[in-house]
């Protein structure tokens, strides 16, 4: 079996009395759509922000590319290739999508303390920049700025923002939510074809989308991991019937 | 519409060129005074609206930097006058350009200790926070009496420039006016450079900007001390027209000042700061005729301005900014 690309084990974070995250292990081998999903305060975001840096966990480790990335920030990690998209929308809402890319492409291209030479006329990052954007089907709004973007389309840019960071892995912390069955399908097929570039964790409520993208799926209820295994196992699993899918599902 | 805010602001630069001009030619010096007031006070805010403006860094102690380059001005000058080395033997000096190098590096690495502690906080913390450490620079400088304690320190001649008579004022202003501009264009450029897309970036949205892998402590850092440099280049010219300087520079109504000023004129526009400081001193000198209580109509103004024109004069007469 291929080295995983992402491994979480024994991550434990408390809020007072409750257990958001319970002992979870969890992996991410390369070439892989590796699914999240748990009913509503199931402990998935809380997951999701202590992988991304955004919250530190109280206990357990998590390894990236090999390497120990537990005590690193957001930024720091986001360096190293974990490219996520969040729950809600985040974007620059002033910038036009078009520079919310070039942030990413100038993060990852060496130096932001550089101060003189204009962004807008610099190919080497308007160049990569609008490529992300064709790539999810934006390059025709590059020059809207986030705020008057559609909710669908700042989802889409979310992506391509991800894309541009050339990220090692992705997580995609429900990419869908909000968007239409059109987008939903359309986005579907998009990390059908993404993940030979990059694995991906996603965490998505849309369940036909899940069943059609995920290679395996890890089941979080109360912060804890109830079952995990391809999407047949999840299927008939029954404790994930009774906690998740509901009765006769 | 940043062509029309570029035209507005090119006017409104030759305005201020051509009426100390004029003025001069007509033996009225006191409206030179007026003009290099109005250059320095905007050069000023154009240094607090990198912070402000451009990172979104409420700093309401901003005259910590601004006094901090006047009292460099005073004290240097004061030890070449009295050929007294300052300490370790290093002599004061009457140069201009030596006393804005030094002006520039205090007032960076005072926002670099600044900075360093303030933004760690946020919001209100952070405007509370920078007003402390400025009125502890305040108090220092009024118990210090080497200096003129709460007196202040005069300057009994201005400081010199090669091949300038600064004792007069158009040829001060000019070189108060070349200073502004280029404050401006630095300010433009660091605007639309990768540091001010990241700068810009923390200001709208801190979490993002990190997710992409852009750490905003440090440009926010970087940022606050370059404000704090060019704001205390300013305090050094302002120390050097009034041939004087006193705590009341550092005080907190100064830090007040300089943020009206960007409000006014608009908060991140790179016209702003100029807008601002004339509208403010050219009320001051009108008003301040009529009125003892001017600053009531200021406050009228500045009242219209945040109800009705969230991005300041310039955002009135040239629209919403827009970025690329």
Same mark, same amino acid.
């Given at each position: 079996m291929a080295e995983p690309v992402l491994a979480v084990s024994g991550l434990v974070k408390s809020f007072g009395a409750l257990r958001a995250t319970d002992t979870v292990d969890l992996d991410l081998r390369p070439g892989e759509i590796h699914a999240l999903i748990g009913p509503n305060g199931a402990g998935k975001s809380t997951l999701i922000n202590q992988i991304a840096g955004a919250l530190r966990p109280d206990a357990g480790t998590i390894r990236f590319a090999g390497e120990d990335i537990t005590q690193l920030g957001v930024a720091e990690r986001a360096r190293r290739g974990l490219g996520r998209t969040f729950q809600v929308s985040s974007l620059a809402p002033e910038f036009s999508a078009l520079r919310n890319v070039m942030l990413a492409v100038q993060a990852v291209s060496g130096s932001s303390f550089r101060f003189f030479r204009p962004v807008m006329g610099d190919a080497r990052l308007t160049g990569p920049a609008m490529a992300a954007l064709e790539r999810v089907g934006l390059a025709e709004r590059a020059r809207i700025p986030a705020a008057e973007l559609s909710h669908g389309e700042r989802r889409q840019l979310e992506i391509a923002i991800a894309l541009a960071l050339g990220s090692k892995a992705f997580l995609l912390d429900e990419p869908m939510a909000g968007m239409g069955p059109e987008g939903s399908k359309r986005l579907t097929g998009f990390l059908d074809g993404l993940r030979a570039e990059a694995p991906i964790l996603l965490v998505e409520h849309d369940m036909n989308a899940v069943f059609a993208l995920a290679d395996r799926i890890t089941v979080l209820v109360y912060g804890k991991v109830i079952a995990s295994g391809s999407v047949e196992q999840i299927r008939r699993d029954p404790a994930v019937r009774k906690a998740y899918l509901g009765e006769g599902a | 519409m940043r062509g029309r805010e570029t035209i507005i602001g090119i006017a409104l630069m030759a305005l201020l060129l051509v009426v100390p001009a004029v003025a001069s030619q007509a033996g009225e010096? $006191?409206?030179?005074? +007026?003009?290099? !007031?109005?250059?320095?006070?905007?050069?000023?805010?154009?240094?607090?609206?990198?912070?402000?403006?451009?990172?979104?860094?409420?700093? $309401?102690?901003?005259?910590? $930097?601004?006094?901090?380059?006047?009292?460099? /001005?005073?004290?240097?000058?004061?030890?070449?006058?009295?050929m007294e080395p300052i300490l370790l033997g290093i002599p004061g000096t009457k140069q201009m350009l030596v006393i804005w190098l030094v002006a520039l590096a205090a007032g960076g690495l005072l926002a670099l200790a600044i900075g360093a502690i303030s933004l760690r906080t946020t919001g209100v913390y952070f405007i509370m926070i920078t007003l402390a450490f400025a009125q502890m620079v305040y108090y220092f400088a009024v118990s210090w009496p080497a200096y003129g304690g709460e007196d202040?320190?005069?300057?009994? +001649? !201005?400081?010199? &420039?090669?091949?300038?008579? =600064?004792?007069?004022?158009? *040829?001060?202003?000019?070189?108060?006016?070349? @200073? @502004? /501009?280029?404050?401006?264009a630095f300010f433009a450029l660091l605007r639309g450079s990768r540091f001010g897309a990241a700068l810009q970036a923390s200001r709208q949205n801190d979490t993002r900007l990190a997710a992409v892998g852009i750490a905003p402590y440090r440009v926010r850092l970087a940022a606050f001390v370059i404000s704090g440099a060019i704001t205390?280049?300013?305090? /050094? +010219?302002?120390?050097?027209?009034? !041939? &004087?300087?006193?705590?009341?520079?550092?005080?907190?109504?100064?830090?007040?000042?300089?943020?009206?000023?960007?409000? @006014?004129?608009?908060?991140? !526009?790179?016209?702003? *700061?100029?807008?601002?400081?004339?509208?403010?001193?050219?009320?001051?000198?009108?008003?301040?005729?009529? =009125?003892?209580?001017?600053?009531?109509f200021l406050g009228l103004v500045l009242l219209v301005v945040v109800l009705f024109a969230r991005g300041g004069l310039i955002g009135l007469v040239a629209g919403r900014a827009r970025h690329g």
């Open positions: - | 010096p $006191f409206y030179v005074t +007026l003009a290099t !007031r109005i250059a320095i006070l905007a050069l000023a805010a154009t240094g607090l609206n990198i912070a402000l403006g451009l990172g979104g860094l409420v700093s $309401f102690g901003h005259a910590a $930097f601004f006094g901090v380059g006047g009292y460099v /001005a005073g004290i240097l000058a004061a030890h070449a006058m009295s202040g320190l005069p300057i009994l +001649l !201005r400081n010199q &420039f090669p091949g300038v008579n =600064t004792l007069k004022p158009l *040829p001060f202003f000019l070189i108060c006016y070349v @200073l @502004l /501009a280029a404050g401006l205390a280049l300013a305090g /050094a +010219l302002f120390a050097d027209l009034n !041939r &004087f300087v006193s705590p009341s520079m550092l005080s907190w109504q100064m830090s007040g000042e300089l943020i009206v000023l960007i409000i @006014l004129g608009g908060v991140g !526009r790179l016209s702003g *700061p100029v807008v601002g400081a004339i509208v403010y001193v050219v009320l001051e000198y009108v008003l301040g005729g009529i =009125t003892e209580r001017w600053q009531l």
